[in-house]
């Protein structure tokens, strides 16, 4: 049996809304892609470094505390250079899908260059984690017309880079079939966080009790109108102190209501393959 609450999402019996929990471990490869002259200024490159290095250790923590698996999706320059952050969170039991190659902004890309990239993550990832990723994550949520029939074509089970709805459904064509799993800015951490002078962000950084706050009411309007929220984070921005502890408040918030399905994407996505 399963339950049927008013998005008619066949969630599993006993739930009527699901939460994954997200990160893009995106380090030094966001900033690269964005200017590769950026590899000239180490401060910034340690800001981004702290990802891997000190926040992913720490949020592993808080999710092995509370036995919650999440979906982290890793561009390839990322897996190659923290190969040990990779092989921790696998070893975790976590989920690992694709996030491009060098976190390359697929606007204006080529098909060719599209393909490339694809590719590129797909090997990395295969080195790495010693597995093909069921998911995709485009980088900055940008995609091209030609993206998911792309995913399709190299054998990925869902996406999560759309914007249209509250829950996940599937996407049929006359030439391919694919799960989206639609995202929002809102419970995106980039939004609150992201600061670096000249670089990135309006130099307004919210307080971690803020974001907690808010973030706590998009979880409980996803859950009464039987919706999917994916929270979006990044290891070098949520994975500081005070913001992983707020992190740490929410999940034990959603772990308290029975109704919530706190499930990795790959998971979520399997409702609508079955």
């Not at 190659?101 to 697929?106: C, G, Q």
């Not at 949520?141 to 914007?163: I, M, V």
Request: glycine share 8%; hydrophobic share 45%; proline share 8%.
């Amino acid at each position: 049996m399963e339950s049927a609450p008013e998005s008619g999402f066949p969630w599993p019996e006993g739930y009527r809304a699901a939460v994954a929990v997200t990160f893009d471990m995106d380090a030094e490869s966001v900033m690269l892609a964005a200017d590769p002259t950026l590899a000239d200024r180490p401060s910034l490159m340690s800001h981004q470094r702290y990802g891997p290095v000190t926040g992913v250790p720490r949020l592993l923590r808080i999710l092995a505390d509370r036995d919650v698996r999440a979906t982290f999706f890793i561009p390839g320059h990322s897996a190659e250079r923290y190969p040990d952050a990779v092989a921790a969170i696998l070893a975790a039991g976590h989920e690992v899908a694709h996030h491009g190659y060098l976190h390359e902004n697929l606007v204006g890309a080529s098909e060719a260059d599209e393909r490339r990239y694809l590719e590129l993550g797909l090997k990395a990832l295969d080195k790495v984690a010693g597995a093909r990723p069921a998911g995709y994550r485009a980088p900055w949520w940008e995609t091209t017309p030609r993206t998911l029939e792309l995913l399709a074509e190299y054998g990925f089970a869902y996406d999560s880079s759309l914007f249209d709805r509250d829950i996940p459904y599937r996407i049929v064509t006359p030439t391919y079939s694919l799960v989206e799993i639609p995202v929002s800015w809102a419970l995106d951490d980039w939004e609150k966080y992201a600061f670096w002078p000249g670089v990135t962000g309006s130099g307004v950084i919210e307080p971690p009790s803020a974001v907690l706050a808010n973030w706590w009411e998009e979880v409980q309007a996803h859950e009464a109108e039987g919706g999917c929220c994916v929270l979006t984070m990044h290891p070098f921005l949520s994975g500081r102190p005070a913001r992983a502890r707020a992190l740490d408040a929410l999940l034990d918030r959603i772990l308290e209501r029975p109704g919530l399905w706190v499930a990795t994407m790959g998971e979520i996505a399997g409702r609508l393959v079955m």
